[in-house]
């Protein structure tokens, strides 16, 4: 058998086994006609949700469902638009599956749950509530609105928050925050790792936790900062050139405690863990 | 009679003092006689069950603890208030014996229709739980209901992160402890119960239909 009648053999099986995995699949679509700053909230068991900015006065639900061992519950309420994955007799987390990808009025404020899947949420200019328990969360490019994350473990990736009111708790899994700023950034972890790539805006109150996980905050050199950094029983580094604070609330531990300010020293900057390092770096 | 009005008068057949009016209700409701049948059937069986009187120790002591709660006052005789066996007749005498028997049919039904579903469904949560999480204190309790409302295949992970928080929370409150004046170790035990709050929300959350 030549190497073309392979290929060509392999094509055809792939082309059916791809058919006969899409036969299960079912796909729908749901649409709402909303007012100004709708509520829109998705519920899904199992399975990603995505999250983006249409023009035009319309929630438009995109769902994929992988069986028939789950269902979807969609209602409107006035201006409150309402998704439930809904789960049958039979239903397992690998065949109660559901993807949904939802357009929304750039002004609606969205919830989201899932327990896995990729939880993604963009360019919107209104409140955002996620949930999720091993679920990857993505969310990138508001503005002027709360963001409220709660995960078990899954990672949390925030990119491009501005003028937010950012509150994260993942227990377990990783945060990370690309051109994030307050007025108020609240991030707490247990074990998972947070690192901050940013400047700190102007103004704000930042606030990271863990116990175990490591604080990475990289700044650049203009930023305006007053930062406390305390690791109960890890180390603290730091190659930023802070300026030395005379007036503290507690003597400060070389390699354990750093307490500095830049520039004006606008915003306030406070990083503790208990057993985690804590790297503040330069940009 | 209405089947309201005979079930007014029914403790008095049982006993034995059924009008006329109630007994041709009787032979016209089929309903009413099952009823009769039955409250009848348990009355005979509750005939034969062993009654067991306390002893005077147990009345005494029972008496003595109402006595310290100022529930009851000093007992007006040797046998004490509570022990003063009436020998008047009551119309509700056989509801002791019924209600008796009902309960223990009832709990009988349940235990054994309820337990096979719940061990198949939850299996045991201390054997998913940690070892040093398998303690006695409420807290860990909480933990065991809590566990015990995550679905299998997200309890494992629960669990792990569980242990993790609770880990948090011990640090924070020995830092706390040898920094009792130190205001942020204050926060970072606050902090701390937050993870503890952020996983009973997710819990929760997901436990709920």
Same mark, same amino acid.
């Given at each position: 058998m030549g190497t073309g009648q392979r290929v060509g053999q392999l094509a055809i099986l792939t082309v059916v086994c791809v058919a006969t995995l899409s036969a299960t699949d079912t796909k729908k679509e749901f649409r709402y006609t909303v007012g100004p700053k709708p509520a829109v909230s998705i519920y899904n068991e199992y399975g990603p949700i995505s999250v983006k900015p249409a023009e035009g006065n319309q929630v438009i639900v995109s769902a994929v469902l992988h069986s028939d061992k789950v269902e979807i519950d969609a209602d409107q309420n006035g201006n409150r638009v309402d998704l439930k994955s809904h789960l049958l007799s039979g239903s397992t987390p690998q065949n109660s599956q559901v993807e949904y990808e939802v357009l929304v009025p750039p002004d609606a404020s969205v919830t989201v749950r899932s327990t896995s899947g990729v939880l993604h949420v963009e360019q919107l200019a209104a409140d955002v509530n996620i949930e999720g328990d091993s679920a990857q969360v993505e969310v990138r490019d508001i503005n002027n609105a709360h963001v409220h994350i709660k995960t078990l473990n899954g990672p949390v990736t925030l990119t491009n928050i501005r003028y937010g009111h950012v509150e994260v708790s993942s227990v377990g899994g990783d945060i990370t925050m690309q051109s994030v700023s307050g007025p108020l950034v609240e991030i707490s972890s247990t074990s998972g790792r947070i690192r901050y790539d940013g400047d700190? %805006?102007? %103004?704000g109150e930042y606030k990271l936790t863990s116990h175990t996980g490591d604080i990475d905050a990289t700044i650049p050199a203009d930023a305006s900062v007053d930062v406390t950094a305390r690791s109960v029983k890890g180390d603290v580094q730091n190659d930023f050139p802070f300026h030395a604070k005379t007036h503290n609330s507690f003597v400060p531990v070389p390699g354990r405690s750093l307490v500095g300010t830049a520039g004006k020293a606008a915003s306030s900057v406070l990083l503790r863990t208990f057993s985690g390092r804590i790297r503040l770096k330069k940009r | 009679m209405t089947c309201t009005e005979f079930q007014q008068v029914l403790p008095d057949l049982l006993e034995g003092q059924a009008g006329g009016e109630s007994t041709a209700h009787l032979q016209s409701c089929h309903a009413c006689a099952e009823l009769v049948a039955d409250l009848r059937a348990i009355c005979d069986e509750a005939q034969h069950l062993p009654l067991a009187e306390p002893s005077d120790r147990v009345w005494a002591n029972i008496q003595r603890t109402l006595e310290a709660e100022g529930l009851v006052r000093t007992p007006m005789q040797a046998g004490g208030?509570?022990?003063?066996?009436?020998?008047q007749w009551s119309p509700?005498?056989?509801l002791a014996p019924i209600s008796a028997v009902l309960a223990l049919a009832a709990g009988v039904f349940v235990y054994s229709n309820r337990r096979p579903t719940q061990v198949a469904v939850n299996p045991p949560v201390s054997a998913s739980l940690p070892q040093s999480q398998a303690g006695n204190s409420g807290a860990d309790l909480d933990d065991e209901q809590l566990l015990a409302q995550v679905a299998p295949p997200m309890r494992a992970a629960y669990a792990d992160n569980l242990k993790s928080v609770n880990s948090f929370i011990r640090d924070a409150q020995q830092d706390l402890e040898q920094n009792p004046d130190d205001e942020e170790a204050r926060h970072f035990l606050m902090d701390a119960y937050e993870q503890k709050e952020t996983l009973y929300d997710l819990a929760m959350n997901r436990s709920v239909p």
């Open positions: 700190f %805006g102007i %103004g | 208030i509570l022990f003063q066996p009436s020998r509700f005498k056989w």
